[in-house]
């Protein structure tokens, strides 16, 4: 079966540090990954997904995630935070032919 | 603009109502979702539907029924609501499979109370 962990439930940090979210998964079949961000009341919206090609994925606010298959791995990462990254990070997998799987969330708080 | 629309922000409801959430995505999508989101626990899938009048269980359905007689429109159920179906439930939609890349859009959640 298809999942994914989220080792980290609560990630501070202050503001202009850098940050690493992550997030371990496993499949047995075509590994597809996502990241989604939840702002405060607000649903969740896609930051970057892997499907294939480089594995490394940008997205068009500065975070970024590689895919590392030997440590079956997703971790995203930013090299310096603002405010407005203060959020809810979840970590997703393919599962079946439409499905995700989500993981439990990683919130992110930035420190002034 | 994709938009997926759900009918109420917050909803308060007592134990034993009959409880519907609708939502209505303008995607023209043939996937539609319902999850429901609890501190620590992340999305847990409830229903899905790929198609009108379709639909298949997800990883907690006990408690749930789901409604899809238009391809735009997507209705959760609760037969006869209970405090613990107290929570912020979540609408998304997708296009099928790699066509659409998997990528799921979501709506704004739903967070009811059950009292």
């Known amino acids: 079966a298809q999942s994914v962990t989220q080792l980290d439930s609560q990630v501070p940090v202050f503001e202009e540090a850098p940050v690493e979210l992550r997030c371990n998964y496993s499949?047995?079949?075509?590994?597809?990954l996502f990241w989604y961000v939840q702002y405060p009341n607000q649903g969740l919206q896609l930051l970057l997904k892997?499907?294939?090609?480089?594995?490394l994925v940008e997205s068009i606010n500065g975070f970024e995630a590689e895919f590392n298959k030997s440590q079956t791995s997703f971790h995203l990462r930013k090299p310096s935070v603002h405010i407005s990254d203060t959020a809810e990070y979840f970590c997703?997998?393919?599962?079946?032919?439409?499905?995700?799987?989500f993981g439990t969330g990683t919130r992110l708080t930035v420190i002034p | 603009d994709v938009k997926v629309t759900q009918s109420s922000r917050y909803l308060v409801k007592r134990t034993g109502e009959k409880v519907f959430l609708e939502c209505v995505q303008d995607m023209d999508h043939e996937n539609m979702f319902w999850y429901r989101q609890d501190p620590g626990l992340g999305l847990r899938l409830i229903y899905f539907?790929?198609?009108?009048?379709?639909?298949e269980k997800g990883d907690i359905p006990e408690g749930y029924s789901v409604s899809r007689e238009k391809k735009e429109r997507f209705s959760l159920i609760l037969e006869s609501a209970s405090t613990n179906q107290t929570s912020m439930y979540l609408c998304?939609?997708?296009?099928?499979?790699?066509?659409?890349?998997?990528?799921?859009?979501f709506g704004p959640g739903t967070r009811l109370t059950v009292t």
């Open positions: 997703a997998v393919r599962t079946g032919a439409n499905n995700l799987f």
């Open positions: 539907s790929y198609d009108v009048k379709m639909k």
């Open positions: 892997y499907l294939s090609g480089s594995t």
């Open positions: 499949s047995s079949v075509s590994v597809y």
């Open positions: 998304a939609s997708s296009l099928p499979g790699l066509a659409g890349s998997y990528e799921q859009y």
